[in-house]
């Protein structure tokens, strides 16, 4: 960990040294009623517009205005396979093959398509493992598959909880588990980063209990694309999801990214749901045609994809391309650990971070926990001019994202913290 101090200069000098500060001038920062920009720690949340993101959105349109159906064919970006210029990008982002990667859909979506794929319960082996404190679509989604399937959701329901007078899960307690109940769960689908406490979980190490089991492991890394490097393809795991509009800034509800390990590209005989999309490329428009499933993620696919969200990730995606996760990742650490050491100087007895302090653990995200917690604390920092968000019952996230926060952001973020625990 660098050795900090806690000056406006020394946040400053960060700022100076860094040399992924000019990525700011490419978002729109939100400004208060005054014009002066708002500190913007929601990136967790709901990540800001790149200030590319409508003239590519605007490119689609003058092509659709031009072409009309022939856009499919002679768009500058042509529709028919808009998808596949997402692939690679987004392969680089989450650590996958691009045969292994897929924008589609919206993300509790694909986790359904995914669990028709990779929930296969038997009488003896129908339980789905998840983390206690879980992101509540997650939880909504598993058990009405397990009810789909004809289980009681309170018998197949299995979950992996923290200890007593604890926030974060250990994986000696995940082991537990599966030594008592192994061999009757048919999957785990754990969050890569928990949206609450903020902790990053090792996905290559869930992955391999969890074959050791019989399991099947998918990951919803909603809380991760973007944000850490997650290495889906070395982590082993059998699928993982996740959405698009918070690290990677792609808008409000915009689609979600699908992994289906490579070990699993080439098999026809997984059960799934299959729309014209997932259908051979080369006779997709022979209308007569038995179903043929295309290799990889591809073959998840159900639909011909909304273009005007593709182009606002494409936007995006351009901008992870050019700088990299490996520098991103880098200067998170830094950013997120300048955070956590201001905030620890505070020394305030109302506060406390659950988010490890482990950079390995977490990504840009910090958890605060506010004791006799009300909301008003986080209603204060709101007005005066940090966006941050509330997660009941005690939780203010914050989240500087390295792409567009800057070291004087985190220094001003934690001053008006404790003008408003002082006063």
Not at 181 to 200: C, F, S
Not at 263 to 270: C, E, M, P, R, T
Not at 358 to 371: A, D, W
């Amino acid at each position: 960990m660098p050795s900090f101090e806690n000056t406006p200069d020394f946040a400053k000098k960060l700022d100076r040294e860094d040399e992924l500060a000019s990525y700011r001038d490419k978002f729109h920062i939100p400004k208060d009623s005054c014009g002066n920009d708002l500190i913007y720690f929601c990136g967790n949340s709901l990540g800001l517009q790149p200030k590319t993101t409508k003239a590519y959105i605007n490119q689609e349109l003058d092509d659709w205005a031009e072409f009309g159906v022939e856009g499919h064919f002679h768009a500058k970006n042509p529709w028919l396979k808009y998808h596949e210029f997402l692939t690679e990008k987004m392969a680089k982002v989450v650590g996958a093959k691009p045969i292994e990667t897929v924008v589609m859909n919206t993300l509790t979506a694909n986790l359904h398509f995914m669990m028709v794929s990779f929930y296969q319960p038997t009488k003896t082996r129908y339980k789905i493992l998840i983390e206690s404190d879980a992101f509540p679509s997650d939880k909504y989604a598993v058990e009405s598959q397990i009810k789909h399937h004809g289980f009681d959701p309170k018998e197949g329901l299995v979950f992996w909880k923290p200890r007593k007078g604890e926030e974060l899960l250990r994986y000696e307690d995940l082991e537990a588990i599966l030594k008592a109940q192994g061999d009757e769960i048919a999957l785990i689908m754990v969050g890569a980063v928990n949206y609450y406490t903020g902790q990053y979980f090792n996905l290559k190490k869930i992955a391999e209990l969890g074959h050791n089991y019989g399991c099947m492991v998918g990951f919803d890394c909603a809380h991760g694309a973007g944000n850490v490097a997650l290495n889906l393809h070395d982590s082993g795991a059998d699928f993982a999801v996740w959405c698009t509009y918070k690290y990677l800034n792609s808008g409000p509800g915009s689609l979600s990214g699908c992994f289906v390990h490579e070990k699993h590209a080439y098999n026809k005989d997984l059960n799934r749901f299959a729309g014209w999309w997932s259908h051979n490329k080369k006779t997709r428009f022979n209308m007569r045609q038995e179903f043929d499933v295309l290799p990889g993620a591809e073959g998840w696919q159900v639909s011909n994809p909304p273009i005007l969200s593709m182009a606002a990730i494409k936007a995006s995606l351009d901008i992870f391309d050019e700088v990299g996760m490996e520098k991103l990742t880098e200067k998170s650490n830094k950013l997120t650990g300048y955070l956590e050491y201001l905030i620890n100087q505070l020394q305030h007895k109302r506060i406390k971070i659950i988010t490890p302090s482990n950079p390995e653990e977490r990504g840009c995200q910090l958890s605060i926990q506010v004791k006799n917690a009300d909301k008003s604390l986080h209603e204060k920092l709101t007005e005066a001019g940090v966006v941050t968000d509330w997660r009941e019952p005690d939780v203010i996230r914050c989240a500087p994202v390295p792409l567009y926060n800057s070291f004087t952001d985190v220094y001003k973020m934690v001053e008006r913290l404790k003008e408003i625990l002082n006063n």
